[in-house]
Every structure is written in C-alpha cells, then in structure tokens.
C-alpha cells in the first residue's frame, strides 16, 4: 500500500510553461487536496475536492486548476506558470473522521 | 472563514525540559484538532489530534488540550529530545465551507542538548 504519491519529486520550469503535477492516493479517501507551502511559512490551501466529480476553491486558488475525474486521482495544473509560484506542493488526502494525510511533496521552481 | 494563531514561532528547549505551543481559532463550530510535525525536508505528519467533546489526550510524551470556551489548544511536549526537534502545525477543522482544515502558521522547535 503506497499511500500518496506525488509525482514529479522536484521539476524546474520555465514562466509560460503549463505544467501538471499528480497525485494518486489507494485509500479510497473521498476527500483529496492542494497545499502549496513557501520557505518559512504555513501551508495555503489551493484547492480541494470532497468528492469525485467536485472541486472546490481553497486561500490560493488563482493560477491553479484542479479536477476530480476519479477517487483516487486529483491532479492540480498550472496554466502558465510565474515565479511566484515557486514553491513546495503537497497534496493530502483525508478519511471520513477528518484526518488528512499527506504526500511527499512536489519540489517547484519556475524561472 | 476559520482563522488560526499560532504561538511562538520559534521555540528553543534543554533536552529533557518540556515544551508548549499555543494555538486558538475563531469559530466555534470547529470540532477536531489535529497537531502535525514536519521535519526538514519532510511532509507533515499527524502526531496527535483532539476533537471537541473531550478536553484533553495523550500519547506518550506528548499531549493536548482542548478549552472550548476560550477557543484555544495546546501541545504539551514532555521529556525533549533531540529528535523532537521540528516544525509544528496546529490545525482546526472548519465546518462552515466545505471539509477543510486552516493550518497555523508554525513553532520552530529545537531541542538543544
């Protein structure tokens, strides 16, 4: 059993480029989410989904999408990336009593 | 929405001293509380939790509380050790919109020997 995976590690990318970073949990969680965490500080919701099929806008949502096509996948896209989006990625997955797991996390610099 | 403060933002103990991080939200309807560690490099991880209809909980050497009347929650590290040395985050899961927990902002603890 894997968890969350999150893929890729670390990526480096150049502003316009769109870039799509996933996440795949097997919990079969109903409730999945985006957090993008900036050295030093908390972590910042960007998007969430409760359930497949649904999607909803977190503290950060401008210049992120998201979909829910399945349980089990939610991946988050980046139109065109900024440098300020540079940034640690971590998604989660939480279980009908509200804990929230997390994966390892997405390493994103954009020059 | 839910708003979470976090204090200290840093922290520095002995080794075998005890350590505190104060969190409080604002809203009322809030009802579980997790407490995740991250290390360097690392994700979070959920350490403990506490939800509304209890006041306190431990595990080991660490513990929480839990005063609803004043809206505020705590983490009580007991015995530090080195290895104890970490980010913590507070969080309060807010019902108001969607299932979603607001994080604080973190306590850098370190643990000196």
């Known amino acids: 059993i894997a968890g969350i995976t999150q893929a890729p590690t670390s990526q480096i990318l150049a502003a316009g480029r769109r870039m799509t970073l996933r996440c795949t949990q097997d919990m079969r969680h109903n409730a999945m989410y985006w957090y993008r965490q900036d050295l030093g500080l908390g972590l910042r919701l960007i998007h969430y989904s409760n359930t497949a099929g649904t999607t909803g806008k977190g503290e950060v949502p401008d210049g992120y999408s998201v979909s829910r096509a399945n349980t089990d996948d939610f991946p988050l896209t980046l139109a065109s990336a900024v440098p300020s989006q540079t940034s640690v990625y971590f998604c989660?997955?939480?279980?009908?009593?509200?804990?929230?797991?997390f994966g390892p996390g997405t390493r994103l610099t954009v020059l | 929405g839910e708003n979470v403060e976090q204090h200290p933002s840093t922290l520095s103990v002995q080794e075998g001293d005890s350590a505190v991080i104060k969190c409080t939200y604002s809203?009322?309807?809030?009802?579980?509380f997790p407490w995740y560690k991250q290390e360097l490099g690392k994700r979070p991880q959920l350490i403990i939790d506490?939800?509304?209809?209890?006041g306190e909980k431990k595990d080991q050497r660490i513990a929480v509380t839990l005063n609803k009347t004043a809206k505020h929650f705590s983490l009580h590290i007991t015995e530090t050790q080195p290895e104890d040395s970490a980010v913590y985050f507070c969080?309060?899961?807010?019902?108001?919109?969607?299932?979603?927990?607001?994080f604080g902002t973190g306590t850098q603890l370190k643990v000196e020997l």
């Open positions: 989660a997955s939480s279980n009908i009593r509200n804990e929230q797991f």
């Open positions: 969080a309060a899961h807010y019902t108001g919109g969607g299932n979603k927990l607001t």
């Open positions: 506490i939800r509304s209809n209890v």
């Open positions: 809203d009322s309807a809030s009802n579980y």
